[in-house]
């Protein structure tokens, strides 16, 4: 998240993934950070995923993080 919201403060778009594992935590550091980047959340866990199942993972988020970075001014 650190990196997105420096990258936007830069002009630069940006979203990060994380899992949906990790919601909570994401909106309370975007809060503690003072910002509100685009953010995509996928199925957890992943860790043990196939490649095959990443890539299915990554082909579902993928019309989202185009959208993030594409929504923001």
Sequence with gaps: M???LD???RGIPGVFVATTEFVDAATSQSRAL???PAAVFVEHPIQDRSDEEM????DRALDAILEGLVAKP
């Design 2 to 4: 650190h990196d997105t």
């Design 55 to 58: 890539a299915a993972i990554a």
């Design 7 to 9: 990258l936007e403060a």
């Design 34 to 36: 003072g910002g509100d």
